[in-house]
């Protein structure tokens, strides 16, 4: 199953570059010169912590 990302919530596990991760936190920005909103999501596992930037409407696969 597929969310895209100004859907994840905390709490959301979501697979990057093949390894789980649970969302901490997320935060949308406002509409940029490019015509599209960023959101910033935090996700870590046991052993890391991402801060991933992405278009609103890119997909994530949920775990």
Known sequence: MK???KDLKKGDKVKVAGTDFVV???EISD???HGKRK???VASNDKEKLV???????PF???
């Open 39 to 41: 959101v910033r999501i």
């Open 31 to 33: 509409i940029g010169k």
């Open 3 to 5: 969310k895209n990302a």
């Open 24 to 26: 901490e936190e997320t």
């Open 52 to 58: 991933i930037i992405r278009p609103d409407d890119y």
């Open 61 to 63: 696969e949920i775990v």
